[in-house]
């Protein structure tokens, strides 16, 4: 059965740090990774990740597949209060319409 | 920006009563899905649709559960007679060929 474990689950920092949160995962026949950002109600998209050790960058936020180990981190620096949520991460397999969360981290900026 | 619409954004419904969710996906998506997350709980699957089929289904998704793509547009999921235990936030989704999917805003359903 595939699987997703996030670590920390809760995570409080102050403005200005960075967090690295992680996902490990079991998939049967791995096609991607991705991380949402879930705020009040939807999770909105970040990164789709399928390659081992290629970073994927968008401002702050940056991620990184590691297929051997059967992990990724997503990373954020100069955190904003704006950053407060629960990011989740969720794993596909290949021929699986389908996406397997894991129970999120959630994440705390305070001023 | 293109997004995923949903209606109602709120629910509330006798237990036993039959509900429909509708949903809007993007317009050039060709796979459509509905997970539910239970308050304080995992994002969970339900069903996916491709090519006005069910492609894939989880346990979850049993008879009391449908999807019907009814015109061009709407996705909709029916619950044929609802139970304490459907209470939860309903989300759709569509992507496009091996794209990431795409949430809306959720439906909250309240099962009274």
């Known amino acids: 059965e595939d699987k997703v474990v996030q670590s920390p689950l809760s995570l409080v920092v102050h403005e200005g740090d960075t967090v690295t949160l992680n996902c490990s995962y079991e998939?049967?026949?791995?096609?991607?990774l991705l991380w949402y950002k879930q705020e009040k109600k939807a999770p909105t998209f970040l990164f789709m990740l399928?390659?081992?050790?290629i970073e994927k960058k968008s401002g702050r936020l940056s991620s990184i597949l590691d297929k051997k180990e059967l992990f990724s981190i997503l990373n954020i620096t100069a955190t904003q209060t704006g950053d407060s949520a629960i990011y989740l991460c969720?794993?596909?397999?290949?021929?699986?319409?389908?996406?397997?969360f894991g129970q999120g981290t959630r994440l705390t900026i305070n001023p | 920006e293109p997004e995923v619409t949903q209606t109602p954004s709120h629910q509330v419904t006798q237990m036993g009563q039959e509900v429909i969710l509708r949903c809007v996906p993007i317009?050039?998506?060709?796979?459509f899905y509905w997970y539910r997350q239970i308050l304080g709980q995992k994002v969970e699957f339900l069903v996916s649709?491709?090519?006005?089929?069910?492609?894939?289904k989880s346990e979850i998704f049993d008879d009391q559960f449908s999807v019907e793509r009814p015109d061009g547009s709407n996705f909709t999921l029916k619950i044929r007679s609802t139970k304490l235990e459907d209470s939860a936030m309903y989300f759709c989704?569509?992507?496009?060929?091996?794209?990431?999917?795409?949430f809306g805003q959720g439906t909250r359903l309240t099962v009274v």
């Open positions: 989704a569509s992507s496009g060929d091996r794209g990431p999917a795409f």
């Open positions: 998939v049967t026949n791995f096609r991607s």
């Open positions: 399928t390659s081992s050790g």
């Open positions: 969720a794993v596909e397999g290949e021929g699986a319409q389908k996406l397997v």
């Open positions: 317009s050039n998506h060709l796979y």
């Open positions: 649709f491709y090519n006005n089929e069910i492609s894939e």
